[in-house]
């Protein structure tokens, strides 16, 4: 089994001005809480990660952090065994 790099979201919700133009451009990833503020999933599966993007990029706030995981030596050793 490969390891696979997941894409991470974070909201930042210091940053995060409730326009909801994220859950508007990416509904299966994003969504909005009772306050008006976005949520997201930790990580998203790789047939979600353009929508992930795009919610993203149309945050006026860049309130949306997305990074990727790298494998640690604990992953990486088990997977070459």
Do not use: N, W
């Not at 894409?7 to 994220?22: A, N």
């Not at 503020?37 to 949306?64: K, M, N, T, W, Y």
């Not at 997305?66 to 992953?75: D, G, Q, V």
């Amino acid at each position: 089994m490969a390891y696979e790099r997941r894409l991470h979201i974070t909201v930042d919700r210091s940053k995060c001005c409730g326009y909801t133009l994220c859950a508007a451009e990416a509904p299966e990833v994003y969504s909005i809480d009772d306050h008006g503020f976005a949520v997201a999933p930790e990580s998203v599966p790789e047939e979600l990660e353009e929508q992930a993007c795009r919610g993203a990029d149309v945050c006026p706030e860049s309130a949306i952090v997305l990074s990727r995981t790298e494998p640690s030596a604990e992953t990486t050793d088990s997977i070459s065994k």
